[in-house]
């Protein structure tokens, strides 16, 4: 049993990687994506819209398999299955992650960026200090479900070989003829998004002091 | 007397429709003009285009001896970025939705702009701004978040924000017509105080009595042309146009 632990844990460790490297590129990704559809200017908008179809159209898994195995096909050549579905999950959630911050910037009342404007803020000054604060606070929400799938999500990193948390129970399974890992790595699971979804109570309540 | 501010034959088309067909008028220093007419007839698009927030199609404008476009083979051309700016730093504008920050205190809804805009120092910007609530008798307010102010102290709040950048001249787009009665009184005594510190000042408004009483000129405007101007008085008392007669009679119905 200890044994077994010790190897999740390890698994768990693959996971965390997974999740955190694909906030760290996809969150602010997402913004980039997002400005792409709220552009004026059409051929932009209308290739963000497209990615973003495909994105949210097609399931994940197939996605990283097609990250994986497309370039060797393409172009004969192959990569580190890590790697490769690092960029599967950060193409694919910073599609997500451009919707909700889309929702969000949307959603700020014409005014706050009038008002800006008439009081001289430059254009960076007004999103990152009156903008942004308010995107925010309003999107948390959203962004915190996305968050909490992802960390599900990452189970999927095993399809192109990437031993994760689940694909390690999976094999524990079968090993120990067994189903007791699997809802082990339940527990993991459910302890890794008890923590994100706590830290996302935190931040609402830290953002709550105005309304 | 010296003039703040001179516009000159403004044009402005939202696609196919007209919305200011030819509007020109002056406001000398320390004085205030105010704006009547029906919704849609341009008035609000007018202080937009002096505040910056829209371009115009064509015309002149003029603020203290500046100017921030000019009529140029029947299209207005502009100076670039930084006169823009410069000139739009002698320019303040009051919002009927007051659109205060809702996320800063009052005090930082006033200081933020001289600070980041002005580069004035923290404790100058706040003494400033402590200076204007005391003014607007809203100084136990400082340390409030918006939501937490009724619409008429929000009100105040976004004039000594205006104010805190010490504007030559300060426009008010509708200031009280999201206001109940009671409030609206608080709005116009401020506005008031500020005609009597001659400052210069630009109002767009429903308040006829107002109007009438703190204005040194008065516009009547409507479909995207000035129908009627002249002396306060006059326009409202005895006004020529029909037009005018008519609008100012429906408010006295009301």
């Known amino acids: ?211 | 007397m010296e003039t703040m501010l001179r516009l000159k034959g403004l044009k402005k088309n939202f696609g196919e429709n007209a919305i200011l067909r030819d509007i020109s008028f002056t406001i000398e220093k320390g004085n205030v003009l105010s704006i009547i007419g029906p919704s849609g007839s341009g008035k609000s698009t007018t202080l937009r285009i002096i505040t910056q927030l829209e371009k115009a199609d064509d015309g002149t404008l003029e603020i203290g001896g500046r100017t921030l476009f000019r009529s140029y083979d029947g299209k207005s051309v502009y100076p670039g970025i930084k006169e823009e700016r410069e000139i739009g730093l002698m320019t303040g504008l009051v919002f009927q939705s007051f659109n205060l920050f809702p996320h800063f205190t009052v005090l930082r809804n006033i200081t933020e702009a001289q600070r980041a805009v002005l580069r004035r120092g923290k404790d100058e910007a706040e003494y400033k701004a402590m200076e204007l609530l005391k003014k607007m008798g809203l100084e136990d307010k400082a340390k409030s978040y918006p939501y937490q102010l009724s619409g008429g102290q929000q009100q105040r709040v976004s004039i000594a924000r205006a104010l805190a950048l010490d504007p030559a001249i300060l426009f008010f787009d509708e200031p009280t017509s999201a206001l109940d009665p009671e409030l609206t009184r608080e709005i116009l005594k401020v506005i008031r105080s500020l005609a009597e510190e001659r400052m210069t000042m630009a109002v767009v408004t429903h308040e006829m009595n107002f109007a009438r009483a703190i204005s040194d000129y008065a516009i009547f405007m409507d479909g995207g042309v000035i129908v009627e101007e002249g002396k306060p008085d006059e326009l409202f008392l005895n006004p020529q146009m029909q037009r005018t007669r008519d609008f100012i009679a429906s408010f006295d119905e009301a």
């Open chain 1, 1 to 211: 049993m200890q044994g077994l632990i010790l190897q999740m844990l390890e698994g768990t460790i693959v996971s965390l990687k997974v999740f955190f490297l694909t906030l760290l590129f996809s969150l602010p990704l997402g913004f980039v994506v997002a400005k792409g559809k709220m552009t004026r200017i059409k051929p932009i908008r209308w290739l963000t819209d497209f990615y973003i179809q495909i994105m949210r159209g097609t399931p994940l898994i197939l996605q990283l398999i097609f990250f994986y195995f497309a370039p060797f096909y393409l172009f004969g050549v192959s990569y580190d299955r890590f790697t490769a579905c690092i960029v599967a999950f950060v193409v694919n959630y910073s599609a997500y992650f451009a919707e909700i911050y889309r929702s969000g910037l949307q959603s700020i009342d014409r005014g706050q960026h009038e008002a800006a404007k008439v009081l001289g803020f430059s254009k960076a000054y007004t999103f990152f200090v009156i903008i942004l604060p308010q995107v925010i606070k309003r999107i948390l929400p959203a962004l915190g479900n996305e968050v909490i799938t992802l960390v599900k999500d990452t189970a999927l990193a095993q399809t192109i070989g990437v031993a994760e948390l689940f694909r390690v129970a999976q094999t524990a399974s079968s090993r120990e003829f067994s189903t007791v890992p699997i809802f082990v790595a339940g527990v993991f699971y459910f302890i890794m998004n008890y923590i994100v979804s706590r830290l996302f109570t935190l931040a609402e309540k830290k953002l709550g002091y105005y309304r």
